[in-house]
């Protein structure tokens, strides 16, 4: 995710809703160890053409999912690149806990519901949120947190963060063994030839009478036309027989109209 940030903080672009719905998982054998970021609808330049930074603003209305919001965003501060980072790391804690302490706040209104948060993320300490897992998540907080407005972040220093911890857990980041995929793509395709299956065998089996007079109507599944009926196959008009209702007397398309094989 990192990573994903800083290629398009070199398009001289800051995403502004980071959130978990925007990044997606590679969906074929080729990219399932793909990582992709999407949705650039509330994105910004931070710099013009020239290289110039946008000016630093107060007072601007929250952007992005409050959940994951910066604190600086919370106060109503013009966002840059810090804040797309410090987001990418209250995405990360929401992984690692399953919820944030901000979550299900009450409030009447969207205005009183982001003020709940705001106060409630001000509130909880980095220690508090960082509690019980690796050091790592809280300096990578604390750096976040730490950065100017303007300054342009240190990507790799944020990766050698968790590249460290995954060392001192004994994991080698370069095996993309992600718990989230576990053979993911095999599975799917046998869950679905298993649901083909389930269906065929659940099918119910249609029972013929082998007494069946010559004027009962035969079922639809058979194939075989009613006694009288009328087929019409490309235009051409086919009338049932009169001993059994098979399509006796239909006459034969020309070779124009045959149908492929």
């Known amino acids: 995710m990192i990573k994903r940030i800083e290629k398009v903080h070199e398009e001289r672009i800051i995403h502004r809703d980071i959130k978990p719905d925007n990044f997606l998982i590679g969906g074929t054998e080729l990219t399932k160890d793909n990582i992709y970021i999407i949705d650039f609808g509330l994105a910004k330049c931070f710099k013009n053409s020239e290289g ?40 990360i804690l929401y992984f690692l806990r399953g919820s944030l302490p901000w979550q299900n706040l009450p409030g009447k209104n969207k205005d009183e519901k982001y003020k709940n948060i705001k106060k409630k993320k001000l509130e909880t300490s980095l220690d508090e949120l960082c509690k019980g897992y690796p050091i790592e998540f809280k ?18 220093y944020c990766v050698s963060l968790f590249e ?23 599975k799917d395709k046998e869950a679905l030839k298993n649901s083909m299956l389930d269906v065929i065998r659940k099918k119910p089996k249609i029972q013929y009478n082998t007494t069946m007079n010559k004027n009962s109507q035969m079922p639809r599944e058979s194939g ?19 001993g059994g209702g098979t399509m006796m007397g239909m006459q034969q398309a020309p070779a124009a109209y045959q149908y492929p094989n």
């Open 164 to 186: 460290k911890c995954l060392k001192r857990h004994d994991l080698d980041g370069k095996v993309l063994d992600f718990t989230w995929k576990q053979n993911r793509l095999s």
């Open 224 to 242: 075989i036309a009613n006694h009288n009926s009328n087929v019409n196959v490309n235009g051409y008009q086919a009338n049932g027989g009169q």
């Open 52 to 91: 110039h930074h946008i000016p630093y603003i107060e007072g601007k209305n929250l952007t992005g999912t409050a959940r994951y919001a910066s604190l600086a965003t919370h106060l109503g501060k013009e966002q840059s690149r810090r804040d797309d980072l410090e987001t990418i790391g209250h995405v």
């Open 139 to 156: 300096e990578f907080m604390e750096y976040c947190r730490s950065l100017k407005f303007e300054q342009e972040p240190d990507y790799k």
